[in-house]
């Protein structure tokens, strides 16, 4: 049994009664190595003796401007230097937990980028075992339950990814799932078919990211070229009331991230953020945070901004975080007892 949730964050105040921005939800769109905060970095740079081409944290923070995905990818893999050690992996991955439980997040489905570790000496045992060590106990630690995703980098080939692939499957690694990530716009699903039907024949979970910088055919292509169970982002279905139509019509998840969408100018500003108009069409989205650390917001944040822009009510927070639950992967037990305390969290909030 989980402990009891706690929340030490901002409130609102309803009538008589105080809520938090923020409801318990699951996290379905975080990539790990995008939680590693400037100060973790030079931590660790100091930890394995790594001369970093910053003097300190300001020059470092200062790069933190995005003109788009790929400036953002070319600092992300830069910083992802200072992770040599399954220590480094799991100090990594504890923060972001401690980091997430304390604004509200009961479950995550976390995602790790093993070829970007592998491709730089690290063995895929250490990167693996690392992340997953600090998730073994997540549970009891912080209250968060969590299953571990593999997400491939489309900007490399197929066969790169069947090659790791196919190694996690030999090392009996405890992955859930796999997804794909990375340079979107020319690297179409359509690439990565015989990885899919792979990760389908081991029954592992299959998700895809399609849709943020890509147009709304690439949703398509996820759907019915790779027989994704979820859309990561997908807000570009918003450009064709067919792709809306049949996404409502089968519930497909989306896991939209508003801050970083925002941060690497898929869209200008949050006001301008096709969430509102998602929810309002019947899609079913969550709110998530991606790589927060980069992107300015953890999933409390993305909620308190959202709340501040768009006017979200206690109802469409609450939707927003069923949404969540019921689009996981978690088991059936354990999202009972999360869409319980979502519905403890509206109580709270006398709506």
Same mark, same amino acid.
């Given at each position: 049994m989980s402990p009891a949730w706690s929340y030490a964050g901002r409130v609102e105040t309803f009538g008589e009664t105080t809520?938090?921005?923020a409801p318990p939800v699951a996290e379905l769109h975080l990539h790990i190595e995008g939680t590693l905060q400037p100060e973790l970095i030079f931590a660790l740079a100091e930890r394995n003796g790594i001369e970093l081409p910053y003097a300190d944290l300001n020059e470092l923070r200062a790069k933190y401007e995005f003109t788009d995905l790929q400036s953002f990818l070319d600092l992300y893999y830069a910083n992802m230097a200072v992770l040599r050690t !399954?220590?480094?992996? &799991?100090?990594?991955t504890r923060a972001y937990l401690a980091r997430a439980a304390a604004g509200g997040v009961r479950h995550v489905e976390v995602m790790m980028d093993p070829q970007?570790?592998?491709?730089?000496?690290v063995p895929l045992e250490t990167c693996v075992n690392g992340v997953a060590s600090a998730l073994a106990t997540s549970a009891e630690e912080f209250g968060v339950s969590t299953l571990l995703i593999a997400a491939f980098l489309r900007d490399l080939?197929?066969?790169?990814?069947l090659e790791v692939l196919e190694h996690l499957i030999a090392l009996e690694a405890p992955i859930a799932g796999i997804g794909l990530d990375s340079a979107e716009v020319g690297n179409p699903p359509s690439k990565f078919e015989r990885l899919y039907r792979r990760a389908a024949e081991a029954g592992l979970h299959r998700?895809?990211?399609?849709?943020? !910088?890509?147009?709304? &055919?690439?949703?398509?292509?996820a759907l019915d070229l790779l027989g994704v169970e979820r859309i990561d982002h997908g807000i570009r279905c918003m450009d064709d009331p067919a792709v809306v139509e049949r996404l409502v019509a089968e519930q497909v998840p989306?896991?939209?991230?508003p801050l970083s969408n925002v941060r690497l100018r898929a869209v200008d500003t949050l006001a301008d953020h096709p969430l509102p108009?998602?929810?309002?069409?019947?899609?079913?989205?969550?709110v998530n945070s991606d790589d927060p650390a980069y992107f300015g917001g953890y999933v409390d944040d993305n909620f308190e901004q959202l709340v501040a822009i768009h006017g979200f009510s206690v109802a469409q927070r609450a939707t927003l975080a069923a949404n969540s639950i019921r689009s996981s992967f978690a088991d059936e037990a354990r999202k009972g007892e999360l869409l319980e305390a979502v519905a403890e969290w509206v109580r709270g909030a006398g709506e």
């Open positions: 809520t938090t921005a !399954e220590e480094d992996f &799991a100090d990594m970007a570790h592998v491709s730089r000496g080939s197929e066969e790169s990814a998700i895809a990211h399609a849709g943020e !910088e890509g147009p709304a &055919a690439y949703i398509t292509e989306l896991t939209v991230c108009a998602m929810l309002a069409a019947g899609l079913n989205v969550s």
